[in-house]
């Protein structure tokens, strides 16, 4: 096959590449740009709501000294995951610290919010802090990928391959097009030194 008929089959594969990739992103790319800004105005967002506090009465198995004496760890996990079923909890990023006075501190962040669970086990009750940052700040957490579920992630990298395929489509159908060529990669050449020259000043 001559040079041009395969420049050719590739312009025509590269054209509906780039029109039904921008058409499948077009949520996406609505929902990103929203979001970043109002991840750089977050003065423009409301106030969050308040915190809610509440105190739970732990289940028998949950207050037994002497298995969190044993592993802290584990018993911090089971503690989670009753407190995730009995008290409408989520959390995405986890960490257990255990001190010797017999209190298991949880914090579980999430898009969004976060939580705070102060496990007593010597008392017999767990006290719940449930911070709820509110619906703009957990656009702009997902936006990020922060706390967020590997589903949510895998589709930010599903979303980042199909936008470098609609970059680099657009790029291949302005190569050809002689007489619009040079004031087109002029333009976009001047993006990147604005870009560049940004980033200089930034840092």
């Not at 750089?40 to 009465?57: F, G």
């Given at each position: 096959?001559?040079?041009?008929?395969?420049?050719?089959?590739?312009?025509?594969?590269?054209?509906?590449?780039?029109?039904?990739?921008?058409?499948?992103?077009?949520?996406?790319?609505?929902?990103?740009?929203?979001?970043?800004?109002?991840?750089?105005?977050?003065?423009?967002?409301?106030?969050?709501?308040?915190?809610?506090?509440?105190?739970?009465?732990?289940?028998?198995?949950l207050a037994a000294g002497e298995r969190w004496q044993k592993n802290p760890q584990q018993m911090g996990r089971e503690a989670w995951r009753?407190?995730?079923?009995?008290?409408?909890?989520?959390?995405?990023?986890?960490?257990?610290?255990?001190?010797?006075?017999?209190?298991?501190?949880?914090?579980?962040?999430?898009?969004?919010?976060?939580?705070?669970?102060?496990?007593?086990?010597?008392?017999?009750?767990?006290?719940?802090?449930?911070?709820?940052?509110?619906?703009?700040?957990?656009?702009?957490?997902?936006?990020?990928?922060?706390?967020?579920?590997?589903?949510?992630?895998?589709?930010?990298?599903?979303?980042?391959?199909?936008?470098?395929?609609?970059?680099?489509?657009?790029?291949?159908?302005?190569?050809?097009?002689?007489?619009?060529?040079?004031?087109?990669?002029?333009?976009?050449?001047?993006?990147?030194?604005?870009?560049?020259?940004?980033?200089?000043?930034?840092?």
């Amino acid at each position: 096959m001559k040079s041009g008929s395969k420049q050719a089959v590739l312009a025509r594969w590269m054209r509906p590449v780039h029109v039904y990739c921008s058409l499948f992103m077009l949520a996406a790319m609505l929902f990103f740009t929203l979001t970043g800004l109002t991840l750089n105005h977050r003065e423009w967002l409301p106030a969050a709501p308040q915190v809610q506090v509440r105190e739970v009465v732990l289940p028998a198995e949950l207050a037994a000294g002497e298995r969190w004496q044993k592993n802290p760890q584990q018993m911090g996990r089971e503690a989670w995951r009753w407190l995730e079923k009995t008290q409408d909890l989520t959390g995405i990023e986890l960490r257990y610290d255990w001190s010797d006075d017999g209190v298991m501190l949880i914090d579980a962040k999430r898009a969004g919010g976060y939580v705070l669970a102060e496990v007593r086990v010597n008392e017999g009750v767990a006290v719940i802090e449930n911070h709820r940052k509110g619906f703009f700040a957990t656009l702009n957490d997902l936006h990020m990928g922060r706390y967020s579920p590997a589903l949510w992630r895998g589709f930010i990298d599903f979303f980042a391959v199909l936008m470098l395929l609609f970059t680099l489509s657009g790029l291949y159908l302005v190569v050809p097009q002689r007489k619009r060529r040079t004031r087109l990669l002029g333009l976009a050449a001047a993006g990147g030194v604005l870009l560049l020259g940004l980033h200089w000043f930034a840092i």
